[in-house]
């Protein structure tokens, strides 16, 4: 009865050279999500000609719409359709968004589409365009879309002034900003929309709330649309308050799940898979790490390429680092791995031979 006894304690101390993945979310096949991921890039050609069809669409509906408010609400359709997808575009039809309302002599829809505007220029870093298109909006004229609209345009170029400048002072200055527009966005959005959800979600966290975010996540996701870009947005949040958990496998589980919808929905300002290829080259993951960061630059390329490379090719460059630190570490691994079967082996061969000497003895006494 010795003998198997020893072995399995052996093996027992063997076990704890094994690195062991602990989930505290729930279980989640990452594996499967990933194949996913995978196969989705390998179609996004057909994601993307699906895109442009329902843009074509669009804008042949607009060149044909003689009515003037007509046009302007079909023009305000094909900048959501760009926004995501193309920025250059996008600030076209913006502009021509505000043409349209300034002859129509409606105040309230150009401090509309100004704050449209304003909100896409912030989104790449273009802050002196956005802030000068908010200063031309007459707030008086707008109603509570309008409202709406133009506090989110505020909050945002706030917000990305304060994680831009170096200068301690103005950086809480300016987050101080963004703060008070935020109020005012809740004070006017929808309680339910998605303005509402993501902010709530945002205050939670901040207060370190992350049980009650998660419930509100939950609440947010069974209302968007599976499969869609509202999705996609939904499920980064989550994925934020699982970061905030410390949760891996869940935070990298719903940056796939919005990774996934967002290549789906040929979306091209990615940030959820770009975050995951972190994620995985600081797994070890190297190979995936790379194509997924590659891709990600890729669109991104597509969406704005004259800024979108000084932003996400520095970001490239660091997953490549940590892919190389990760590989370096996964060698250590298996050095000390090595090393510990060598010795397991050893003691295993010595325990043996100690217990063949033990039986000879007795046998021979």
């Excluded at 049980?211 to 996609?232: M, N, P, R, T, Y």
Aim: charged fraction near 25%; proline fraction near 2%; glycine fraction near 4%.
């Amino acid at each position: 009865m010795k003998r198997p006894f020893i072995i399995i304690l052996l093996l027992s101390a063997m076990a704890g050279f094994v690195p062991a993945m602990a989930q505290t979310g729930g279980p989640v096949d990452l594996d499967a999500l990933y194949q996913q991921i995978d196969e989705a890039i390998s179609q996004s050609p057909q994601y993307t000609a699906a895109r442009k069809r329902q843009i074509d669409a669009c804008r042949d509906s607009f060149l044909m719409e003689k009515d003037m408010e007509q046009r302007a609400q079909t023009a305000e359709r094909l900048f959501l359709f760009y926004q995501p997808y193309n920025n250059d575009s996008a600030f076209h039809y913006a502009e021509v968004c505000i043409d349209l309302a300034e002859s129509l002599h409606r105040p309230d829809l150009v401090g509309k589409y100004r704050s449209m505007l304003a909100y896409q220029c912030s989104n790449v870093n273009l802050y002196t365009e956005s802030l000068d298109q908010l200063h031309k909006v007459d707030k008086s004229a707008l109603d509570s879309t309008g409202l709406l609209d133009y506090y989110k345009a505020w909050m945002h170029v706030c917000g990305e002034l304060g994680s831009n400048t170096p200068r301690q002072r103005l950086k809480q200055d300016y987050y101080d900003m963004q703060d008070n527009y935020r109020d005012s966005v809740l004070m006017v959005t929808k309680e339910g929309s998605e303005e509402w959800y993501h902010l709530k979600v945002d205050i939670l966290c901040a207060r370190r709330l992350f049980q009650d975010a998660l419930a509100l996540s939950d609440e947010w996701l069974q209302k968007v649309k599976a499969g869609s870009h509202e999705s996609a947005f939904a499920a980064f949040y989550r994925s934020m308050v699982y970061d905030h958990l410390k949760n891996h496998d869940m935070t990298c589980y719903w940056l796939g799940q919005s990774a996934l919808d967002d290549i789906k929905c040929a979306v091209t300002d990615q940030a959820s898979l770009l975050f995951l290829s972190e994620h995985l080259a600081n797994d070890g993951d190297a190979g995936r790490a790379r194509r997924y960061a590659e891709f990600a630059k890729s669109r991104n390329l597509d969406f704005f390429p004259r800024l979108r490379y000084y932003q996400v090719g520095p970001y490239v460059h660091v997953i490549d680092k940590d892919c190389e630190a990760a590989r370096s570490r996964a060698d250590l691994v298996l050095i000390i791995a090595s090393v510990a079967a060598t010795v397991f082996l050893a003691a295993l061969a010595f325990t043996l031979l100690r217990l063949r000497r033990a039986r000879a003895k007795t046998r021979n006494g």
